[in-house]
């Protein structure tokens, strides 16, 4: 591997790094203040974003970050599957029996919501991820769900996260009723070409370096390879490269050694 070559302690580029080492992208900034926005608010948020522009990792720093004697935080990730699915995902989140009717699950649901909220100053947070690929069906009773009482009192603060098609999907007449619902909506893009040399730096800089690896031309190839700074393209690529320059016996990673990397991630 490439990083005695670098002289690194660990691989730079992993999704393994803790909430308070991720590079302070401009979108997550401005996804935590939206959020920040839907939970003093309370409602339904959409966070959208294409394939590896980081709203899942974004979305997940926020809540994560969230005063645990205030809010209450429920994480489910739903790729396929019907309303009972959803429901006993949720009642697992929350501790629940998993009941076998899809009304005593509802029940069991909102009457554990009623009970977080009956705590002073307590607010229970829903993040759905992967929402593109929910059914209809499964989209309205997720609307149902936050409806309990949401017309007297917003209680229950749902965030969806899903790819771009999400946002074009709530935008159809079926979903009126729950696009109506929606407080916050942010489309998370990844990095920007400014800030491309700071994030590979501070990478860099975790794992154990502060040289300047990457050359110029390089961060040049690499953002246009990458989809105009897709985090996971990003990353995948900037490995390659540093084993391509590792190979070459190169001390600095060129533009030829992105080259390399692009048919690895393609």
């Excluded at 939206?34 to 980081?54: A, F, K, N, P």
Aim: aromatic residues 6%; glycine residues 8%; contains cysteine.
């Amino acid at each position: 591997m490439y990083l005695h070559h670098f002289g690194l302690t660990r691989l730079p580029f992993t999704k393994e790094l803790a909430i308070e080492d991720l590079f302070p992208l401009s979108s997550a900034r401005e996804l935590e203040v939206r959020l920040g926005h839907l939970l003093e608010m309370r409602g339904i948020g959409l966070v959208t974003g294409d394939v590896g522009s980081g709203k899942t990792t974004g979305t997940r720093r926020v809540v994560g970050a969230l005063h645990t004697g205030r809010h209450r935080v429920f994480y489910v990730c739903l790729t396929t599957g019907n309303v009972m699915d959803l429901f006993k995902s949720i009642a697992w989140e929350m501790g629940l029996p998993t009941e076998r009717s899809r009304a005593a699950l509802h029940h069991r649901i909102t009457g554990e919501v009623a009970r977080l909220c009956a705590e002073p100053r307590l607010r229970p947070v829903l993040v759905v991820d992967e929402a593109q690929h929910l059914r209809p069906d499964v989209l309205e009773d997720l609307r149902l769900l936050t409806n309990y009482e949401m017309d007297s009192q917003n209680r229950f603060c749902l965030i969806l996260v899903g790819q771009a098609e999400l946002r074009r999907r709530l935008n159809m007449a079926v979903h009126e009723a729950l696009n109506q619902r929606i407080v916050v909506r942010y489309h998370v893009t990844g990095l920007t070409r400014e800030e491309l040399p700071d994030y590979l730096a501070h990478h860099l800089r975790l794992a154990g370096t502060e040289q300047p690896v990457f050359e110029p031309a390089a961060i040049e190839a690499l953002y246009g390879a990458s989809n105009n700074g897709l985090l996971r393209k990003v990353n995948s690529l900037a490995h390659h490269a540093l084993l391509a320059a590792a190979i070459a016996k190169s001390k600095t990673v060129g533009a030829d050694h992105v080259g390399a990397a692009i048919p690895e991630v393609s």
